[in-house]
């Protein structure tokens, strides 16, 4: 039966938040409008009350949709489309955000618990930026309303069931039909990372409304400068969160993903860094406003860019516009229009407030002087803007074409073909300005500074960090002058920074060394970019010149590598050998090979061949019953180095019926650098495996024979007594036939059965699907002392796998933590500044 | 003139700068026969060309050729104004190429070959399942 009620109920919820939304607006506008006390009072109450009920609905549409998910409800579409009843129970929570509807709930949710904080923090400001938050709020909960009112489809409802969504037959015979399972979660989200990075994103993304909010109430309330204070911790925490955020998608996009890196400059991931690059101009422009009017407009500015660049992402990524552009983009739900409306209602509203206000906010006609910290950061502030800018020309190239065709003139703009290229080529320039002005802008913290003072100041910094990337860029052999560039100011920024901290540290002054901390962290990962994608290598490169046809002179490296299974190859320095399959199972360390197990009609179910050892203990014996994650095989691949300890890597490759083969790689962590690799491509898992015609040999004790171009050796011949399966009378009779088969160093060994049983002859055939041979013995002929085999092959087991070597990658994971780090002393020093000031 | 001034101009000229270099950089969407007129002019810019595996008349795809070593796959692509072109891939082929119902590749033509350096496939189950999916139901 169909369980009605409970996605009634989900919707009924969606309804209500979505009118609380918007009465709890109207309320806080009231407040704003009243001049009596009394009426205040009241409407803000009101107001609260509101948007405490809002909040409550909002958690009550997410305990219904992840019931619906947890209890298997497949008559609901969401659930159908992206859980299923293997899935455990903490990636449930990943379900939310693979689906739009889910994460858009994820992002309501999040502005929930920020507009409870800020009404119980701030008294001073809470109605006119609840004004601002509740009306967000009724935009965002519109996407999931799903509502039609007069033909016009307002948001996209989680609750809706499956039948609505499918035309399919079945449902005209059996409107109750329920399917046993849904299709899953995407395995590429089952990963830890995916529980922790879209909430870590989502709510950074988020806490951009709360400068927003008091920068249009500031302008609003005409107290133009009063919104920095309270606005600024907020800024702060909402960039530290997308960085974070943005980092733990790298990180997972590295161990997960096979594109060989952690950063593609893919549209979706452009629509974040825009944003955020944006933001930590702004946080550095508010910083600087007290002693600088030009930085007040300045900050205005770059904070409301901030949050319509968010909107702005938030439709290129879920209005469908990039297409085939992206590897992240939503399915496009038909909210195209709603999210242009959401997108151009704040974008205009905003400009047109700062427009209005514009004159009165106050302004300075002095110069900065070069000598001031103003004037660093006002020229790092230019260059975020700018490296911002250029990311944001590039990724809204399908943009383009949708805008001029709606003017008739037909676009055929494509993305550049090479992204990594279009973009670091211009943002390693704005990188390493970044970094010169990190190192230098600091030191104008101290004190007024001047000429001479200034070079007195910078002469060791400068001449450490001189020193020091020379001594690597000649040990490195780094010859492009961009990277030797940023290599200089990255270490002169670490340099000049870590001075800064030491003299604080000395002060004891700790609580102001945010800036310093967080800065030695970008100039960390600037370096660790810098050496990990500037200098990564790949080991698996063929650069034999193989031509594709013989006209054609153009050499081509090819950097994948071809491995048989067992069939050591020599690549780069190292020797590799693929070893065959693996499987995971529950509860069982290691890998064990595939061969050990076999699969039984339930797929997560299989039956042991044999014994399996793991490190000297047996962890299972044939026969035993284990459970298996059917979609997982592992590649056994062996690196072995002259002198040097080999190691294994498994990289995976996960069959799944919706989304074909997925591979991710294994990684080998060294200190200095990380040796990455993934599988390409592997024979078609899907299809049959396809045998030759058998060939029937005649073979003596001990004599050679080819099996699928192996050299294989009949060794003897010998009677059993226990055939597995079968029940042996006193007449019957079995023999098994012992071949051994030589592939390069290993020995495979293939035992057919012949049985004589009843007086009829029989065989059981031995296979191995790793050389791809099956052979079987049909019969004896004793007169001639020989043996009849037939023999039959197939393509042997293969992979193809790329290596890269990722030198000092772990300086840009080292650098975040410290980035992390500069940034939560930071937003402790400026949220008690603005406790200080009410 | 003020420094604030020669900023603003300094501003202005880059952020032209980036327009100008992201329409010089920008690919396009062509046919074979254009991207093979773009060749034969001397560009050396790499296109986009959109398409559908070749298929005979029984609906079965024809021409997909891994190399011997498999390193690399040429196929036979069908563009949008319905010429056939011969597609040469220089990474091994991509295990869902013969699910996919549409096909971009990235490259340029050089002779009578288009060479892709990249590839995007957009396959039906890789979007929301348009239909119920047969092993699920039962």
């Known amino acids: 039966m169909i369980n009605l009620f409970i996605g009634n109920l989900g919707h009924l919820f969606v309804i209500l938040s979505f009118v609380l939304s918007i009465t709890s607006a109207w309320s806080y506008f009231q407040v704003t409008r009243k001049k009596d006390a009394w009426a205040q009072k009241e409407w803000t109450l009101n107001g609260r009350v509101l948007f405490y009920l809002h909040s409550i609905f909002v958690v009550g549409i997410i305990i219904v949709l992840f019931l619906i998910i947890y209890n298997n409800l497949y008559e609901y579409h969401y659930a159908y489309a992206h859980a299923s009843r293997h899935l455990p129970v903490h990636y449930m929570i990943s379900c939310f955000w693979e689906g739009q509807e889910g994460s858009f709930l994820l992002w309501i949710f999040w502005n929930c618990v920020l507009g409870i904080i800020l009404i119980r923090t701030n008294k001073k400001w809470e109605a006119p930026i609840m004004v601002i938050f509740a009306s967000v709020q009724a935009f965002l909960a519109s996407m999931i309303l799903g509502l039609s009112i007069f033909e016009i489809k307002i948001g996209s409802s989680p609750f809706v069931l499956l039948r609505d969504v499918f035309v399919d037959p079945i449902f005209e015979i059996n409107p109750d039909f329920v399917p046993k399972d849904g299709t899953g979660l995407n395995p590429l989200l089952q990963n830890y990372w995916m529980v922790i990075h879209p909430p870590t994103l989502f709510l950074g993304y988020a806490t951009t409304l709360i400068p927003f909010s008091y920068v249009i109430a500031g302008l609003w309330q005409k107290k133009y400068k009063d919104w920095i204070k309270p606005a600024l911790p907020w800024a702060i925490f909402s960039t530290a969160l997308m960085a974070l955020g943005q980092l733990m998608g790298a990180y997972w996009a590295y161990e997960t993903l096979s594109f060989g890196g952690y950063w593609s400059w893919d549209p979706v991931e452009n629509a974040v860094y825009v944003p955020w690059i944006i933001q930590v101009a702004s946080i550095h422009t508010m910083i600087i406003f007290k002693k600088n009017n030009t930085a007040l407009k300045t900050s205005v500015i770059l904070v409301i860019t901030t949050f319509i660049l968010i909107l702005y992402a938030t439709f290129l990524t879920r209005s469908g516009i990039l297409g085939n552009a992206s590897v992240h983009s939503f399915t496009d739900l038909g909210l195209s229009g709603q999210l242009l409306i959401y997108l151009l209602a704040f974008s205009s509203a905003a400009v047109g407030l700062v427009i209005y206000r514009w004159k009165k906010i106050p302004t300075s006609d002095a110069e900065v002087s070069t000598y001031s910290r103003e004037f660093w950061i006002f020229m790092g502030a230019t260059v975020l803007g700018l490296m911002g800018f250029q990311v944001l020309a590039g990724t809204s190239i399908p943009v383009y074409n949708v805008i001029l065709e709606k003017f008739g003139i037909s676009s055929n703009l494509a993305p550049p073909p090479d992204q990594a290229i279009f973009y670091s080529k211009f943002q390693i320039w704005g990188a390493i300005l970044i970094a010169i002005f990190s190192g230098t802008g600091q030191f104008f913290f101290w004190k007024n500074m001047d000429k001479s003072k200034l070079w007195n100041e910078l002469a060791i910094p400068v001449l450490i960090s001189l020193t020091f990337s020379t001594i690597i860029f000649m040990l490195a052999g780094i010859h492009k002058i961009s990277n030797i560039l940023l290599l200089t100011a990255g270490m002169y920024s670490l340099v000049a920074n870590t001075s800064i901290l030491l003299r604080l540290l000395k002060k004891k002054s700790f609580k102001l060394a945010g800036g310093a901390v967080a800065h030695i962290g970008i100039a960390l990962m600037l370096l660790g970019i810098l050496f990990s994608a500037g200098y990564s290598r790949v080991i698996s490169l063929n650069t034999s010149g193989m031509m594709f046809s013989r006209e054609s002179s153009d050499k081509m490296n090819l950097e994948n590598v071809l491995l048989f299974v067992n069939e050591p190859k020599v690549m780069s320095d190292y020797e590799l050998t693929y070893k065959g399959q693996r499987v995971e199972l529950e509860g069982v360390p290691g890998f064990p090979p595939k061969k050990l197990t076999r699969r039984t009609s339930d797929e997560h179910t299989v039956i042991a061949n044999a014994d399996y050892i793991y490190e000297g203990i047996t962890i299972f014996q044939a026969g035993d019953t284990l459970t298996i994650l059917p979609e997982n095989t592992y590649f056994e691949v062996e690196y072995s180095k002259n002198g040097e300890k080999p190691f294994t890597l498994f990289p995976r490759a996960q069959v799944n019926p919706n989304m074909g083969l997925i591979v991710s790689p294994d990684i080998r962590r060294l200190f200095s650098k990380d040796l990455y690799t993934h599988i390409s491509s592997i024979p078609d898992p899907g299809s049959e495996k396809e045998w030759s015609e058998p060939v029937t040999q005649m073979v003596a004790i001990g004599e050679r024979f080819f099996v699928n171009d192996f050299v294989s050796t009949l060794i003897k011949i010998q009677k059993i007594d226990v055939v597995e399966g079968i029940e042996l009378g006193p007449e019957d009779v079995a023999a098994e036939a012992i071949i051994e088969i030589q592939v390069k160093n290993k020995v495979y060994t293939l035992t057919p059965i012949f049985i004589i049983k009843d007086k009829m002859i029989g065989n059981i055939p031995a296979t191995d699907e790793e050389i791809g041979a099956k052979i079987s013995f049909l019969n004896i002929h004793p007169e001639e002392g020989k043996f009849e085999l037939s023999i039959e092959t197939t393509q042997r087991d293969y992979i193809i796998m790329k290596a890269i070597e990722m030198p000092f990658i772990n300086v840009l994971w080292l650098g975040t933590i410290v980035l992390m780090m500069g940034f939560s002393i930071a937003i402790v020093r400026r949220y008690k500044e603005f406790k200080k000031s009410i | ?138």
């Open chain 2, 1 to 138: 003139m003020k420094k604030s001034h020669i900023i603003g101009i300094v501003v202005i000229a880059i952020a032209v700068f980036v327009i100008i270099s992201t329409a010089g950089d920008a690919s396009t969407y062509v046919t074979f026969d254009e991207a093979k007129a773009l060749f034969e002019s001397g560009s050396g810019k790499k296109v986009h060309v959109v398409g559908q595996l070749k298929k005979n008349d029984t609906g079965e795809i024809v021409g997909v050729e891994p190399s011997d070593d498999k390193l690399t796959v040429t196929f036979l692509m069908i563009d949008n104004n319905q010429r056939t072109g011969k597609v040469f891939y220089d990474k091994p082929m991509p295990p869902d190429l013969k699910q996919s119902e549409q096909v971009v590749v990235i490259g340029q033509y050089k002779n009578d070959v288009f060479y892709a350096n990249q590839i995007l496939l957009k396959c039906p189950s890789k979007y929301e399942e348009e239909s119920l999916q047969v092993s699920a139901v039962n």
